[in-house]
C-alpha cells in the first residue's frame, strides 16, 4: 500500500514587494500563494511523495488560481470543502542585511477563519475544535499525526491563548516540532542554559 500525506491548514495570497523594497516604496507586488501546511505538501510533492493540501476556500477565481497552483506542484487537493467569501491576504516586505522581513496579514473573515469547525487552531475556536476532532479520528485509525508548533503572536487574536488550546491537541500527536519559544508560549516551559 502507498502512503501519502496529507496537510491541512490555510493557504494565502502572497503579495511581495519587489525586491528588498518597503512597503512604503512599493508601487506593485509580486503574488503568489503560501501557507506553512500547504507549503509542506508542495516540498513533499517536489520530493515525489503523494500529498495532499485541506483548507476551505471561497469558491472565486483567486482560489481557483490557488487550487490550480497547488495543482502544478502535484499537490492533490481532493479534499478541499467550499464556502466563506475571502481567501486571506498577506503582505510580505523582505528584509535586507540588518533589517528583519515584514508580514502584515489580512485574514479577517477569510473563508478558513468562518468555518465552523475550522482548520487552523490559531484562527477561531471552531478551527481549534475541527484540528482536534481530525487528531482524533487520525489515532482512531492508527495514521501518524504530526504538528508544528510555530507560535506567532499576531496569529492569536480571538481571545484564546496557544496555550489554553494546544496541549490537548499535541496529546494526540506523534512528533511535534518547535523551538524555545514555542515551548515556553505554549507550554509554559523555559528552556534552561539557553541565551537569547
Not at 491548514?9 to 523594497?21: D, H, K, N, S
Not at 492533490?76 to 486571506?88: A, M
Not at 528583519?100 to 475550522?118: N, Q
Amino acid at each position: 500500500m502507498s502512503k501519502k500525506v496529507v496537510t491541512f491548514g490555510e493557504i494565502m495570497l502572497r503579495l511581495a514587494t519587489p525586491g528588498y523594497q518597503r512597503f512604503s516604496q512599493a508601487t506593485e507586488f509580486t503574488a503568489t500563494f503560501g501557507g506553512g501546511e500547504a507549503n509542506v505538501s508542495v516540498s513533499l510533492a517536489n520530493y515525489g511523495m503523494e500529498s495532499e493540501f485541506v483548507t476551505r476556500l471561497p469558491q472565486n477565481d483567486i482560489a481557483r488560481s490557488c487550487e490550480m497552483d497547488l495543482h502544478k506542484h502535484g499537490v492533490k487537493t481532493d479534499h478541499v470543502i467550499y464556502g466563506g467569501d475571502r481567501l486571506g491576504i498577506y503582505f510580505l516586505e523582505t528584509g535586507a542585511v540588518a533589517r528583519a522581513s515584514k508580514v502584515v496579514y489580512d485574514r479577517a473573515h477569510s473563508a478558513i477563519a468562518e468555518i465552523k469547525p475550522g482548520i487552523t487552531p490559531a484562527l477561531s475556536q471552531g478551527a481549534a475544535d475541527a484540528c482536534l476532532e481530525a487528531i482524533q479520528a487520525a489515532n482512531r485509525l492508527g495514521v501518524t499525526v504530526s504538528c508544528d508548533l510555530n507560535y506567532r503572536k499576531n496569529l492569536w487574536k480571538y481571545g484564546k491563548q496557544a496555550s489554553e488550546i494546544m496541549p490537548e491537541l499535541v496529546a494526540g500527536c506523534d512528533v511535534i516540532l518547535g523551538n524555545e519559544e514555542d515551548a515556553e508560549k505554549v507550554f509554559g516551559i523555559k528552556p534552561e542554559g539557553f541565551d537569547v
